[in-house]
């Protein structure tokens, strides 16, 4: 299986146009998947294009972004404060309201769902 993979570091979300190229690059090497990161986010239509093409869209965040404020059973669930360590977002639209799921080595349900589509 061959993955090609794009990371973009811009000032703002990432847009359309970025993801169609993305898709045309897919194309033209003829790979089975393409995914891709970014600092800044997507934008809406950014977002529904790439789920329309099967193009994964994973946000990069630092940990301390991801934490865990309340629980049922008050046990400690994910990143904390102060935590260095980086983490993707798999994002996807559902509906009207986008949707976000940590991806990390104990949590790859989304991804490998994506990567078996």
């Not at 993979?5 to 847009?15: D, F, G, M, N, T």
């Not at 790439?50 to 046990?75: M, N, P, R």
């Not at 400690?76 to 639209?93: H, K, S």
Request: proline share 3%; with cysteine; aromatic share 12%.
């Amino acid at each position: 299986m061959t993955v090609l993979v794009e990371c973009k570091r811009h000032s703002r979300p990432v847009e359309r146009e970025k993801v169609m190229a993305l898709w045309a690059k897919l194309q033209d090497v003829r790979a089975d998947k393409a995914m891709m990161f970014a600092t800044c986010g997507f934008q809406r239509g950014a977002l529904e294009y790439a789920g329309s093409y099967g193009i994964a869209t994973l946000i990069f965040v630092q940990g301390e972004f991801i934490y865990c404020t309340k629980s049922v059973d008050a046990a400690p669930n994910g990143l904390w404060p102060g935590d260095d360590r980086y983490v993707a977002l798999f994002t996807t639209v559902e509906g009207t309201s986008i949707s976000y799921a940590t991806i990390s080595s104990d949590r790859t349900d989304e991804l490998s769902a994506w990567l078996a589509a």
